[in-house]
């Protein structure tokens, strides 16, 4: 079993940033790949962002190319999302998911965290 728990969400402007991260327990963190996902009301969960086990790839949702970027500490069990020039469209719950390594699909991944609230006003 492993836990995961995000934090960092909040209420920001249009434009402003935020990082998300999360933090791993229970199992052995480095043998997952990881992802971030995020969920709008009335939506289905969508893939954000991955990161290989070893973090030398990476992929990300069109949408937030070159202006979110993965990483991950396999030292300390934490995977992180910075998010800029955040955009209203980018409101949704966020979800960390560790799995299979680089994989867009949600099947993909065993474990998730609870989520954790991210709001751009505009």
């Known amino acids: 079993q492993m836990t995961l728990v995000e934090s960092g969400g909040g209420l920001v402007q249009a434009g402003e940033s935020l990082r998300l991260s999360c933090a791993a327990s229970?199992?052995?963190?480095?043998?997952?790949?990881m992802a971030w996902f995020r969920q709008a009301p009335g939506k289905e969960r969508e893939f954000v962002a991955s990161?290989?086990?070893?973090?030398?790839?990476?992929e990300y949702a069109v949408s937030v190319q070159d202006r979110f970027t993965i990483s991950r500490d396999n030292a300390k069990n934490t995977v992180s999302l910075q998010m800029n020039s955040l955009k209203p469209e980018d409101t949704a719950v966020y979800y960390c998911a560790a799995g299979e390594n680089g994989s867009r699909v949600p099947r993909a991944y065993t474990f998730w965290g609870r989520g954790t609230q991210v709001t751009v006003s505009s």
């Open positions: 229970g199992r052995a963190f480095s043998a997952f790949g």
């Open positions: 990161i290989t086990r070893n973090g030398l790839s990476t």
